[in-house]
T-cell receptor, first 110, second 115 residues
Framework: TQLLEQSPQFLSIQEGENLTVYCNSSSVFSSLQWYRQEPGEGPVLLVTVVTGGEVKKLKRLTFQFGDARKDSSLHITAAQPGDTGLYLCAGVRSNYQLIWGAGTKLIIKP | GAGVSQSPSNKVTEKGKDVELRCDPISGHTALYWYRQSLGQGLEFLIYFQGNSAPDKSGLPSDRFSAERTGGSVSTLTIQRTQQEDSAVYLC?????????????FGPGTRLTVT
């Protein structure tokens, strides 16, 4: 059972376009994390959102945590080829357990 | 400082052979995790260590899989009598005890291919 659903599973767009990817669950999490993974490497943490309704910005990336702390979105403005990668969300359940989504594979074409 | 390292980076083995995968966590990190990732997919949790103890082994797929951690540092994941379905990238992560970020720092992974 996939507790965290990510959509879309795959997205290929042109450089300069905007995009939004989603991470949804029926469960409540104390916080939620977004990671980016490039080929041949492990995931790297981008952001942790903690408060329901919280919005965090990281340059062209905007992360939002749903009011009920069950879902999150990642919006990228003016996407660049360097944004290409696998974006993974992970819900924090306890002080060690992360529940992982299956990821969104993003390709930005120059 | 040094990040999480894993060895080997690639391992090709014949079906039925045993393999050992090694993880060197970030110095001082008490928590260590093993995950498995199939091509382009999300992470499948295998086992979690706090110090040398493994309070959660629930993700190990079968009794062919085992892991140990010594000295609160290096960990080894052992797969006995490998099967083709064991082919995947095995990722190790470590994190510091306490705090609120729960950030996990990942190694580059070991790509295991069972032929």
């Amino acid at each position: 059972t996939q507790l965290l659903e990510q959509s879309p599973q795959f997205l290929s767009i042109q450089e300069g376009e905007n995009l939004t990817v989603y991470c949804n669950s029926s469960s409540v999490f104390s916080s939620l994390q977004w990671y980016r993974q490039e080929p041949g490497e492990g995931p790297v943490l981008l952001v942790t959102v903690v408060t329901g309704g919280e919005v965090k910005k990281l340059k062209r990336l905007t992360f939002q945590f749903g009011d009920a702390r069950k879902d999150s979105s990642l919006h990228i403005t003016a996407a660049q080829p360097g944004d290409t990668g696998l974006y993974l969300c992970a819900g924090v359940r306890s002080n060690y357990q992360l529940i992982w989504g299956a990821g969104t594979k993003l390709i930005i074409k120059p | 400082g040094a990040g999480v390292s894993q060895s080997p980076s690639n391992k090709v083995t014949e079906k039925g052979k045993d393999v050992e995968l090694r993880c060197d966590p970030i110095s001082g990190h008490t928590a260590l995790y093993w995950y498995r990732q199939s091509l382009g997919q999300g992470l499948e949790f295998l086992i979690y260590f706090q110090g040398n103890s493994a309070p959660d082994k629930s993700g190990l797929p079968s009794d062919r899989f085992s892991a140990e951690r010594t000295g609160g540092s290096v960990s080894t994941l052992t797969i006995q009598r490998t099967q083709q379905e064991d082919s995947a990238v095995y990722l190790c992560a470590s994190s510091a005890a306490g705090g609120n970020s729960y950030e996990q720092y990942f190694g580059p992974g070991t790509r295991l291919t069972v032929t």
